[in-house]
């Protein structure tokens, strides 16, 4: 079929290369470039300055059999359950609640949508002084000594936290828009059928605003595997609960950057994306069976 | 519409020739090198001796850029891997083996050889020539500064305890009976021992006669008796209750709590006490220093150094500059200059460190000519007589961290100190021998 293109044909398609170029260069060499760079590393041992030594499968058996590693995936695991569901579940609220007619409408959506504004460098100090164990309004409220960032059973739990805090607002503007999209007639046609609020919500509201919730559930999946910022910002070298927080792309900064382990570090890294890839799969195999696409 | 896109394109092609120009730094007719450091507080000590050697050299011009110590080394790494290195930076002990290693840092040991041949020798001690040697022996750096840990205390809350101020004499026992008594006097914190290697255990394990490595720096001596010693008595002092824990010293740094007259003692390196005074205004003439208290029982170990139970840890910083740099020789004349006596004068006079160059270590004290309230800077340069040098060696980079984790998980009490003290030797001394080998 190509062969047979006729001049015009071809200097279009020639054009359509060119228009396309900028994006395509910038994908192989900002994106493509530096997987294979990565995967080739993990492979390595880094000797220093950007020199390394081909050493097989050495990393991945050094990391499979490190309880270091396991426990940053599970806490990285746990930060996603934390995060996920509930952080999803609030934003439909908030998103359901600024659909309704409520007064200050305008001002609420606003508020909610405030930590998306403010640096995430500023977020995590000022809640750094927030879970303070000495002083932080939690502990003056409950009247307990929790010491929310370096206790290892409630370190994860806080970074969680702050973690929903700072995305609810977002995510609830996602799921408004497509709340916004259901027609007003369907509602109308079902409550003639005398359904109550609740029954609406599972069979008008969930299926119709579905698409936008997968979109939502996706890209939060995504950005909580690969949480970092924030445990970077909220924990010290010296946290004493240090690994019993770190995540995986935590893990990945230490060894590659703090002990300049970059083979090592790389291999993580191979690790998160695998996990990643496994868990899209899952969920684009799942949205055969919950999400709408068509009324 | 034609006539407009070329005239666009044109001009955008200008635009883009004149950058590139404006990239070369050539536009004045200038060197233009930069100067990389991390730590601002420096930067005006640092831009002073700039300033006196463009007053010699009008055809240079030198831009001091400072960032935060942790992204330093992130960016310095990747510069080193390009070979777009700064002109000319600060090095650290820490790093400096394993920059030289690899062959990136100029050879400077020449430098002086017209001006006197044993320049270094005479004009710096061992400890600052030591701090700036690769691992082949030859010098990598100009010495810049030398500095050493000192005790900070509150003479307030040692006052209204009715405890006598710390001496030159002061013992483990009296650091522990004072702070026992001030607790109970005023309940606040007595001595705040922190989770730290050179402001912390590394005093410690020297003064009770251990090392952390050996002296030729080929194994680590955690498990050393006296190391033992010495570690059982500095991490315990978090369980007494005159002492904060981990866990608080991770929200607040000890140096925060001191000032917020949250505990009477903490151990604090002199490079800090200028922007101390400076950003404490309340709390000047309320504290003071003091000598680090001894081991009254050292373990006599063939490894340790004969030193009666006294101990602070020494380090010092050097100028640097990459060995294939394209402004190689303008840079290597600069720190030629940044070790000659009238640049360690400026840096000194400006309050930025304590001068390597041997008789210039007083200039320091001039950083504290604005202040009426007066600290007693003499422990710090009589502390000197009995400095040992911070331990690193080609390794350090690999162990450092990791042997950290440890020691926290130590503190965090889930291993005891013994286990974890076992693996910290363990892991110093694999990386060490991995480093050895590859060498």
Redesign the interface.
């Known amino acids: 079929m190509n062969g047979k293109l006729s001049a015009a044909a071809r200097r279009e398609e020639n054009w359509g290369w060119f228009m396309v170029a900028p994006t395509i260069i910038g994908l192989v060499v900002l994106n493509l470039w530096p997987f294979i760079q990565t995967l080739y590393a993990s492979f390595c041992e880094h ?5 390394y030594k081909f050493i097989g499968l050495q990393n991945y058996v050094d990391m499979f059999g490190n309880a ?1 590693f396991w426990k940053a995936t599970w806490n990285t695991v746990y930060f996603c359950i934390l995060t996920v569901p509930v952080g999803i579940a609030l934003a439909l609220l908030i998103a359901m609640l600024l659909n309704a007619k409520v007064k200050f409408k305008g001002g609420f959506r606003t508020i909610f949508f405030l930590p998306l504004v403010c640096a995430p460098a500023a977020i995590a100090m000022v809640w ?1 002084w927030i879970f ?3 002083y932080g309004v939690p502990n003056q409220l409950l009247g307990a000594k929790i ?1 929310w ?4 059973k409630t370190a994860v739990l806080a970074v969680a936290i702050v973690s929903v805090w700072s995305s609810v607002g977002y995510d609830a503007v996602l799921l408004l828009a497509g709340l916004q999209n259901i027609p007003k007639t369907l509602y109308e046609a079902n409550s003639i059928d005398g359904a109550g609020k609740i029954r609406q919500f599972f069979t008008i509201t969930l299926p119709m605003v579905s698409p936008t919730l997968f979109s939502v559930l996706i890209m939060r999946l995504m950005a909580s595997m690969k949480i970092y910022d924030l445990i970077y910002m909220m ?9 019993d927080m770190q995540s995986l792309m935590y893990l990945f900064y ?1 060894s590659s ?5 970059r083979g090592y570090g790389s291999a993580i890294v191979i690790w998160t994306v695998g996990l990643i890839l496994l868990v899209t799969l899952v969920q684009f195999w799942g949205q055969k069976k919950w999400v709408t696409y068509d009324i | 519409m034609r006539k407009l896109s070329h005239l666009i394109a044109a001009v955008l092609t200008l635009a883009l020739l004149l950058s590139i120009t404006g990239c070369g730094g050539s536009a004045d007719g200038k060197t233009h090198l930069t100067f990389q450091i991390w730590d601002v507080y420096q930067r005006p000590g640092m831009q002073a001796m700039c300033d006196a050697y463009t007053a010699q050299r009008p055809d240079v011009v030198i831009e001091v850029q400072a960032t935060s110590w942790s992204e330093y080394w992130t960016k310095l790494e990747a510069s080193a891997e390009s070979n777009t290195m700064p002109d000319i930076f600060w090095m650290h002990t820490n790093q400096l083996l394993y920059y030289a290693g690899f062959g990136m840092l100029a050879d400077v040991t020449d430098l002086y050889d017209d001006v006197e041949p044993d320049y270094y020798e005479k004009h710096f001690s061992e400890i600052s020539r030591s701090n700036a040697s690769g691992s082949d022996g030859r010098l990598y750096g100009v010495p810049k500064d030398k500095d050493n840990g000192l005790l900070v205390y509150n003479k307030e809350m040692f006052d209204a305890a009715g405890v006598p101020y710390p001496t030159d004499d002061w013992t483990w026992e009296d650091l522990t009976d004072a702070s026992r008594k001030i607790y109970d006097a005023t309940g606040k914190y007595g001595f705040m021992a922190y989770n730290d290697d050179q402001l912390g255990y590394w005093c410690f394990v020297y003064q009770a006669g251990g090392h952390i490595l050996t002296a030729d720096r080929t194994q680590a001596g955690y498990t050393n008796p006296g190391s033992v010693k010495a570690m059982e008595f500095y991490v315990n002092m978090q369980k007494e209750d005159w002492c904060p824990d981990q866990t608080y010293f991770t929200e607040t740094a000890p140096g925060t709590a001191f000032f917020s007259e949250a505990g009477a003692m903490y151990l604090e390196g002199n490079w800090n006490l200028p922007q101390l005074m400076e950003n404490y205004p309340d709390m000047r003439g309320k504290w003071d220093l003091a000598k680090l208290p001894k081991c009254a029982d050292p373990i006599e170990d063939s490894e340790s150094l004969d030193q009666d139970g006294r101990a602070t840890m020494s380090n010092g910083l050097c100028y640097s500059t990459a060995a294939h740099g394209k402004k190689r020789d303008i840079a290597l004349d600069v720190i030629k200059f940044f070790g000659t006596e009238e640049a360690q004068r400026i840096q000194g006079e400006n309050g930025a460190a304590i001068p390597a160059y041997i008789g210039c270590e007083e200039t320091w004290r001039s950083a504290f000519d604005a202040y009426d309230e007066k600290l007693n800077l003499d422990v710090i340069f009589d502390q000197f007589d009995y400095a040992v040098q911070a331990v690193y060696n080609s390794a350090s980079p690999k162990w450092k961290s990791q042997v950290l984790d440890e020691l926290t998980r130590v503190y965090a009490g889930s291993q005891d100190l013994m286990t974890g003290l076992e693996k910290m030797q363990q892991i110093a001394d694999t990386e060490t021998a991995k480093k050895l080998a590859s060498d």
């Not at chain 1, 960032?149 to 290892?152: G, K, Q, Y």
Request: hydrophobic residues 30%.
């Open positions: 000797l220093g300055f950007g020199r270091e750094r303070n164990g000495e010491q960032i370096t206790d290892p924990a010290d070298e010296t946290n004493p609960a240090l690994t230490r950057f703090v002990a300049g382990d």
